[in-house]
């Protein structure tokens, strides 16, 4: 946010002006890794105000789910697994580390962001799939994809992975402020 520029030429899509309304702050994505020191060095390129609370997040997965029948894979049986990961998000990098650190090997096929899928794709994930004798991981939002255009056997063997968000820094105290804002106890 502090590094980036309004929309067109960057990402925001308010001036970063606006920041100044908020009372909660929640920097997202974070490495698993992000030291105190890092964190401090975002707090000091946020500069929030004395009002302001700022939040540390980052991502995490639960057990992949299958499309076809809603089943979990465990993680236990994924470890032994050859992945083909699917995805047409903006950032796979995330998912593909997350995908290293759980599979026996990882095999990224990388569409575009917000990818329409054709047969044609099925026709090479499936091949993919052949060839390492995998199983295909993809994401919630691919999920939906491929579920408009696949057949029951491609799905049988495609799973997505759900994301999550987890708190480095006090969740306890972000679910009191918010439940304030809303009114619960």
């Known amino acids: 946010y502090f590094s980036d520029l309004l929309l067109p030429a960057g990402r925001l899509r308010e001036f970063k002006s606006g920041a100044k309304r908020a009372n909660v702050i929640v920097v997202t994505k974070c490495p698993d890794e992000l030291t105190p020191d890092q964190q401090q060095n975002f707090m000091s390129n946020i500069r929030p105000s004395k009002e302001q609370q700022v939040f540390f997040t980052g991502l995490t997965y639960t057990e992949p789910v299958n ?3 809603g089943e979990t894979l465990s993680w236990e049986v994924l470890k032994n697994k050859n992945v083909i990961m699917v995805t047409g998000i903006a950032d796979p990098e995330p998912m593909k580390l997350f995908m290293q650190k759980h599979a026996a090997k990882v095999t990224s096929l990388v569409y575009g962001d917000h990818h329409i899928y054709t047969t044609g794709d099925i ?30 056997n491609f799905l049988k063997n495609c799973w997505y992975l759900p994301l999550g968000v987890r708190f480095l820094n006090d969740e306890d105290k972000f679910l009191k402020l918010i439940n304030g804002f809303v009114g619960v106890s």
């Open 123 to 152: 026709d090479h994930i499936s091949s993919a799939c052949e060839k390492d004798s995998g199983v295909v991981i993809t994401t919630e939002k691919d999920a939906v994809r491929l579920n408009e255009v696949a057949g029951e």
């Open 67 to 69: 499309l076809a029948t």
